[in-house]
């Protein structure tokens, strides 16, 4: 048996010398593999050999078969498959490209935003998202009895803080620590317990300016957002100011651009409130400045006519990939 099995392998080894194609290949393969092959009926026969013999002839078996099985898969490799599919390594083929990651679409708007305050002047700073009644409510003029320091409209921790409902803490963060001159701009998440639409969630980024000086006035703020709204939407866009009211800012105005038919509101703004330079300790007598706050997914949805904001936080590839 030993040396029926020798005669196979050094036939095999002959053979294999020859084969010069997918189809010789197969047959080689059918040869000494196949149901009726020559190795199946070795092992047929393994069955009626004297037990001694068995485990040096249970191996030798083995070992032809395993090289006649990796032999045929290496030559299949040089030669293609009968069916024609090289398998084989093919150094001219393009390569597979790795996937690179991509700046979300929100922090490009952010980056964008703050690079054209950084060329006024402005400089980046950010705040806490966790914070204290005094600087989301107290600090910014807001009375006691407002409606948006209702549960309903402000996360409040068991802990008595809050998660700040608007940007414009950043105000008076900055303000309490450092002294006037100040132009700062603070981009960040802010949250409101609103239910999530087409158009609302409960967390959201704002991007909030502060200007103080001794000399600062109102013309100023437009000039300011007149730069930067042209800058983001095209030298062409109209502008309006609409007189409004926010607690932190006297005079107070919404602004809008000119949007289709009608007017699109992008941003809140004014002059600081004498009551927030009470606040953060500042001579209200001796200081000026203007504030402003806008939404980020706002402007982001406008200028890329994005229609649903919960597309920002889905991390679905076939939006992402859209602004990559
Ligand atoms: N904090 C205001 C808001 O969330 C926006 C604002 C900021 C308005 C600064 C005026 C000045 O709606």
Redesign the pocket.
Known sequence: MIEEIRKIRESAQAELQGIDSPESLEAFRLLYLGKKGRLPDLFKKFGSIPPEQRKEVGAELNRVKEWIESSVAEMRGKLGSSDGVRESFDPTLPGIPPHSGSIHILQQTIEEITTLYARMGFETVEGPEIETEFHNFTALNIPLDHPSRDSFDTFYTDKGQLLR????TV?IRIMQARKPPLRIIAPGR?YRPDTVDASHSFMFH?I???MVDEKVTFSDLKGVLHLFLRELFGSEIKIRFRPHF?P??EP?VEVDIQWGKGWMEI????SVDPNVFDAVGYDKSRVRGF?????VERIAMIRHGITDIRHFYENDLRFLRQFA
Do not use: D, K, M, P
């Open positions: 409902s608007q940007t414009s105000q802010v704002q909030e300016g502060l926010f932190f800012t107070s941003l809140g703004a004014g504030a402003f706050g806008l939404g």
